[in-house]
């Protein structure tokens, strides 16, 4: 994002978020191309407990007061990219393809209204940027 100060907080957030939709967009869409593979284990993309962490410590940075100390970090929004996470399957019958096609599908449909959620958000603040710099024409 710029350094530029005219971006909040909520924009690199919308713009983290943006970001990690797509990614998740694409896991769940490698689960619904692989519905017929054989041993094939779903996968989910998480990433909201760490948006979170990030978003309870805004601007803190720990320091260490010690070279032997161990690192710390609460988190920013930059380093927030999310754990892919696999899921076999739980029946242990068949080929053992943990993929659900309705399910992936009623995720696919929630995670694309939050893309666009996140989108028209982004869109509103950018909206406000441009009247406040064309003096509220």
């Known amino acids: 994002m710029s350094k ?3 971006f909040d907080q909520t924009v690199s957030l919308l713009h983290k978020v943006l970001d990690l939709r797509e990614r998740n967009q694409q896991v769940i869409a490698s689960n619904i191309a692989n519905a ?3 041993g094939y284990a779903a996968s989910r993309l998480e990433f909201e407990s760490q948006l979170k962490q ?3 410590h805004p601007g803190v940075t720990p ?4 070279p032997a100390h161990f690192p710390i970090s609460v ?3 930059d380093e927030v990219e999310g754990t892919v996470v696999r899921q076999l399957d739980p029946s242990g019958m068949g080929d053992k393809n943990g993929v659900n ?3 992936e599908m009623v995720t696919l449909a929630e ?3 939050l893309y666009e959620a996140a989108v028209q958000a982004l869109n509103k603040k950018l909206g406000l940027l441009k009247y406040v710099a064309s003096d509220g024409r």
């Open 4 to 6: 530029l100060g005219i």
């Open 36 to 38: 017929d593979t054989p």
């Open 54 to 56: 990030a978003l309870n």
């Open 63 to 66: 320091a260490a007061t010690h």
């Open 75 to 77: 988190g920013s929004l």
């Open 101 to 103: 096609v309705d399910q």
């Open 111 to 113: 995670n694309q209204i």
